[in-house]
């Protein structure tokens, strides 16, 4: 039986790329909320434990915080730990609706998803397909379509090769929960696919296997055996280290870029919403901040009046 707890602090070192002092804060922070649910007799590590879990509960805890005398920042780590938990949980499917949506955080700022420019893409790709071998050849292939697709971690891993639609470019993906979503392949990132299908993949195999189909998986390691999402995020750091990327770089950056640079290009927000598989819309809309401030940025580098060096004609008719 999986754990939700230890699948969650899983999620935010391997996809998050968290620090493990990080990880420790939220492991403590959903520790306390357990043990001011005294009255569930339900083990933690069942999900009818975090089913049984609704708003007048939750509420308490929150009461509860405030109480203890605990400053307005530390409740809102703690509040945002536990609405992260949450919000996992409906996300991969263990529960169907996120009882944490109404509860509010007191107001500390807001923290907003980093995400690659697209030199830095265009950096780090530079970089992986550098070799040639028949290894960087995967992993090309590997972070274009994660980046193609914004897909998850757990979901490019678990790929099987019956999944892929080349001649229709698309690809069923098959989350957390036994929820699936079909998303569009552009033409490189099918050609990628294509080649690797039937010049790269095959390599994985000789000296291991008689049959080339006893392992459906589409990504094999060099022992012809699946990724793991350690391994995977491993790899992606080593590249980004290799082409200068200063953010360190977690597959759940990789998929920020892509719903960041698909906004930013203009596709409805209800489409990438479809295609990151939330299952709410407000998860999404996250991006339209992030978007936000960068278009204001790149305004404030553009415009020539809106340079630091160009005087107010108010104030300096006063001085």
């Known amino acids: 039986m999986i754990d939700p707890v230890q ?53 308490g805890f929150v009461h509860t915080l405030r109480s203890k005398g605990y400053s ?25 609706s996120d009882p944490t949506e109404s509860i509010e955080s007191p107001r500390i700022g807001r923290t907003l998803p980093r995400f690659l420019s697209q030199e830095d893409i265009v950096s780090l790709f530079a970089v992986i397909s550098g070799s040639g071998s028949f290894e960087s050849q995967r992993d090309y292939t590997m972070v274009e379509l994660m ?37 569009n392949l552009h033409e490189l ?60 770089l977690t597959p759940h950056i990789l998929r920020h870029s892509f719903a960041t640079h698909m906004l930013n290009g203009g596709a409805p927000l209800r489409y990438i919403q479809e295609m990151l598989g939330h299952s709410s819309i407000a998860t999404t809309q996250l991006y339209t901040h992030v978007v936000g401030d960068y278009i204001r940025n790149e305004y404030d580098i ?9 005087s107010n004609p108010i104030t300096a008719s006063r001085e």
């Not at 307005?72 to 992260?84: L, M």
């Not at 980046?147 to 989350?175: H, P, Q």
């Open 302 to 310: 553009a415009h020539p009046r809106a340079m630091s060096g160009v």
């Open 72 to 96: 307005s920042a530390t409740q809102a780590r703690k509040i945002a730990a536990v609405k992260s938990f949450f919000n996992f949980l409906t996300e991969e499917g263990f529960l169907d």
């Open 189 to 248: 990132v099918t050609i990628l696919l294509e080649r690797y299908i039937e010049f790269v993949r095959p390599k994985f195999y000789v000296g291991r296997y008689q049959d080339m189909s006893a392992v459906d998986l589409l990504f094999l390691n060099r022992l012809g055996r699946g990724f793991t999402r350690q391994g995977f995020w491993n790899m992606l750091k080593r590249y980004g280290e290799r082409a200068g990327i200063t953010v360190p």
């Open 7 to 59: 699948s969650f602090l899983d999620h935010l070192t391997v996809e998050r790329g968290l620090s493990l002092n990080t990880v420790y804060a939220y492991r403590s922070d959903i520790k306390q909320l357990i043990e001011n649910l005294t009255d569930l007799d339900i083990p933690t590590s069942s999900t009818n434990y975090w089913k049984s879990i609704d708003i007048s509960l939750l509420t």
């Open 147 to 183: 980046y193609a697709t914004g897909m998850r971690v757990s979901e490019l891993i678990s790929i099987n090769v019956r999944d892929l639609n080349l001649k229709e470019k698309y690809i069923l993906c098959k989350g957390k929960g036994s929820k699936e979503r079909l998303l």
